[in-house]
Nanobody, 123 residues
Framework: EVQLQASGGGLVQAGGSLRLSCVAS????????IGWFRQAPGKEREGISC????????YYADSVKGRFTISNDNAKNTVFLQMNSLKPEDTAIYHC????????????????WGRGTLVTVSS
């Protein structure tokens, strides 16, 4: 059974930075990737980033491109999301889940959502 646990959220001022972590268990890092979704109050959930098992050409949503960086440490079964230049509209609960990138398109496994971590960006 795949289990994913996100952490690292908190309260930060606009323009600040946070680094989220996602620790995975029961997960095959040689075959699958891990990505991030976020859910903001009153908004549709949004898939914002995915990194494949090889770490090549990660996916970023336009809303975070140039500000967020995803990386993985397979030895520690962990994926990170470095978030810089945060904006109030980045306020959301961030969840990690299994994903894959095939010919530039991202596929999400919504059965693997883990408990999220809350990011609050004040103006």
């Amino acid at each position: 059974e795949v289990q994913l646990q996100a952490s690292g959220g908190g309260l930060v001022q606009a323009g600040g930075s946070l680094r989220l972590s996602c620790v995975a268990s029961g997960f095959n890092f040689d075959a699958d990737g891990i990505g991030w979704f976020r859910q903001a109050p009153g908004k549709e959930r949004e898939g914002i980033s995915c990194i494949s098992s090889t770490g090549d050409t990660p996916y970023y949503a336009d809303s975070v491109k140039g500000r967020f960086t995803i990386s993985n440490d397979n030895a520690k079964n962990t994926v990170f999301l470095q978030m810089n230049s945060l904006k109030p509209e980045d306020t959301a609960i961030y969840h990690c889940l299994e994903c894959s990138i095939v010919e530039g398109k991202v596929y999400w496994n919504h059965d693997t959502w883990g408990r999220g971590t809350l990011v609050t960006v004040s103006s």
